[in-house]
């Protein structure tokens, strides 16, 4: 791993009422890559991104950013991050630049409206840029929040659901825009109950659950580690045991022995390769079957089985 | 520090101000003509000027009319100002950013201090149009305006942390700071009234304030000044205090 940009350790928050919203939290995350935080509404996934960027006081734990602990060095912490929240939030009869160029300054960095403009156009909102934000489309309003979070070049960048609610072609243009910012070299975490959207933009997953972080993993290290391959072989007349010579395959008979259940392989395709191993060899048994039918696990197979407390299908 | 976000939230709060400075600034300047027109010159004539330390009636109550107009602005300037954001969500901004108490306090209540100091500047010129009144003090006025409008928007800002709806933000001016300025003295002098009165009236804190900025102007006052200014510094000294515990502890902030 290389230099970690957050450490997270022990990370807790308790809420008024007796919630525990996250229950040990720990976490490292790496300069540069983005890393997707998975998990079903009301796991606590805004309380984590809240506790780093100061929105609510942690009630365990420590959390360090760039180095520094973010408790005794708030100024200079805070100031290198960005934050997008869920939820659309600002002063809608102000004007698209000037709430940006607002933003710049209220993190304490100099007057650029050169930066400003080309925040703004990388968005697609400089030709909106003396309109009301109220005056906006939704998308829009969802880029002027990004383009707020942009506006003082963080070094880390937080996403709290960037795509919820909005249509695919954005969805599409918001994954571009956070491909763009990690090839500047912006660390970002985003949270996602997409499984899609962890798949397709995130170097690594932490799936979280009722406060806990589930698993921290490369979203390929995810996969070979408990994606699975099943395979249905489905036979006329109904075998009487599993054939001895393929006693290595992870095989098992169903519907009476008509169906030989193929469950196995690693996400990592020796599961595909396995069953075509398998096929080869009933014909060579002389067990001729009638039909095939293979799965692939995903993500989202993966993850229901984590968030439902179920270790993944065997 | 972190003078730059200083500098943005000042600069937005006044730019949310004269975006609406039509109706900031015609309501105040509309009140204080009307309580001119029926007090200052048309009850004010009939009025004896011995009962107002020799002053006419009309410039006795300029100063407090200007009291009146700088509580409520200075309190429901600063009030609003973080209120809204708190309102909109948009206060999360401010709580991500490297902005603490002197940040916050320069910005959001520096801004309603500046408003305020212009809103009383235009009711000073516009009681002009109706009575004649001279400034003792003109310095020492000055100051006293300044001092008055940070203590009570440094109230508005602790009211507008406090608050959890807009009825609340509304109440308080209402119900407490309408009716101490009317009973601390606006349009009377305290020698007026009969026992008990006299002495209830010195548990109002808005009476020495109305007499200190009185004595600017007019050089008359009910009680000594030193007893006056001395309350109105120990009244900013305790709001900074709250709102140091408050950005200490987070309450109503962060959760």
């Known amino acids: ?314 | 520090m972190n003078a730059r976000g200083a500098l943005a939230i000042l600069r937005n709060e006044l730019s949310r101000f004269f975006r609406t400075a039509f109706g900031s600034i015609l309501s105040p300047v509309l009140t204080t003509s009307l309580y001119l027109v029926v007090f200052g010159a048309a009850i004010g004539s009939r009025m004896d000027p011995s009962q107002f330390g020799g002053s006419s009636y009309g410039a006795f109550i300029v100063p407090g009319l200007l009291m009146l107009t700088l509580l409520s602005e200075s309190t429901s300037n600063s009030s609003f100002g973080i209120y809204m954001p708190r309102f909109t969500g948009a206060i999360y901004e401010l709580l991500s950013a490297p902005v603490g108490v002197a940040e916050t306090l320069l910005g959001f209540v520096g801004a309603a201090v500046l408003k305020s100091l212009i809103i009383s500047g235009i009711i000073m010129v516009t009681a002009l149009l109706f009575v004649d009144y001279t400034i003792a003090h003109p310095i020492l006025a000055f100051g006293y305006i300044i001092l008055v409008a940070s203590a009570f928007s440094l109230f508005g800002f602790i009211l507008g942390i406090w608050a959890d709806g807009f009825e609340k933000l509304q109440i308080v001016p209402l119900l407490i700071l309408t009716p101490l300025t009317f009973l601390g003295g606006t349009f009377y002098s305290v020698k007026v009234l009969a026992e008990p009165w006299q002495t209830i009236t010195q548990f109002n804190p808005i009476f020495y304030l109305i007499n200190g900025l009185r004595w600017t102007f007019t050089g008359y006052s009910d009680v000594p000044i030193g007893l006056a200014f001395g309350m109105t510094v120990g009244f900013i000294a305790l709001c900074i205090t709250v709102i140091a515990v408050i950005f200490r502890t987070g309450w109503r902030l962060r959760g």
């Open chain 1, 1 to 314: 791993m290389t230099e970690p940009i957050l450490e997270i350790r022990g990370l807790a928050k308790t809420y008024k009422g007796g919630v525990r919203a996250l229950d040990g939290v720990d976490l490292e995350i790496s300069k540069g890559e983005i890393f997707a935080l998975l998990g079903p509404n009301g796991a606590g996934k805004t309380t984590l991104i809240g506790a780093v960027c100061g929105l609510l006081n942690p009630t365990e734990g420590t959390i360090s950013a760039f180095g520094l602990d973010a408790q005794s060095h708030w100024r200079e912490v805070r100031k290198r991050i960005g934050l997008v929240p869920q939820e659309l939030s600002f002063d809608m009869f102000e004007k698209v630049g000037r709430a940006v160029a607002y933003s710049r300054g209220m993190f304490g960095s100099p007057a650029d409206p050169a930066r400003i403009e080309e925040v703004l156009r990388s968005l697609s909102l400089w030709h909106k840029r003396d309109s009301r934000i109220r005056d906006l489309s939704g998308g829009m309003k969802r880029r002027v929040m990004i383009a707020k979070a942009l506006s003082h070049d963080p070094d880390l960048l937080f996403l709290d659901e960037p795509t919820a609610g909005v249509d695919v072609e954005l969805r599409r243009d918001m994954w571009r825009q956070i491909d763009k910012l990690r090839s500047e070299g912006t660390t970002i975490i985003l949270t996602t109950h997409y499984i899609e959207e962890a798949q397709e933009m995130a170097d690594r997953v932490g799936v979280i659950n009722k406060g806990k972080l589930l698993l921290v993993d490369g979203k390929d290290a995810i996969m070979a580690k408990l994606g699975r391959t099943a395979a249905h072989f489905t036979f006329d007349t109904p075998l009487e045991a599993i054939p001895a010579g393929l006693s290595e395959y992870p095989l098992s008979l169903d519907n009476g022995g008509t169906t030989l259940v193929y469950r196995g392989g690693d996400g990592t395709g020796r599961g595909k390769r396995e069953v075509a191993d398998l096929a080869r060899a009933l014909v060579a048994e002389g067990l001729q079957f009638t039909g095939i039918e293979t799965t692939e696990s995903s993500l989202e197979d993966i993850f229901v089985d984590l968030v439902e407390g179920r270790e993944p299908a065997e």
